[in-house]
């Protein structure tokens, strides 16, 4: 029996999360991916507390363009702001979504904010 997407990407995050747990040293940069919005947070979790969050629909952040130019600013503004709190390194977390388009996007521009991952 065919899993549907919904299915499939569950079990892939389900996996990914077993071997990507952020500590406070490397705390787990978490990727959320809706139709319209994209949401990505700095978490550690040895405390389970969130440090850094950024999303598209956050004032600063949304900017005109398509939804791959958002992406990349979410991740300079997650970038900057985890910097600013002492954050370097980060463990990737892409949530089960595919390593492309929006997600890529996002991580490149935390990579160019300086985020090491």
Known sequence: MALSKLERRLRIKKRIRKVSFGTA??????????NKEIYAQIINDTDGVT????????????????????????????AEKAVAKGISEVAFDRGGNLYHGRVKSLAEGAREGGLKF
């Open 51 to 78: 440090l850094v969050a950024a999303s598209s629909r956050d004032k600063g952040v949304s900017i005109d363009g398509n939804k791959i130019d958002q992406a990349a600013a979410v991740g300079k503004a997650l």
């Open 25 to 34: 040293e490397r705390p787990r940069l978490a990727v959320f991916r809706s």
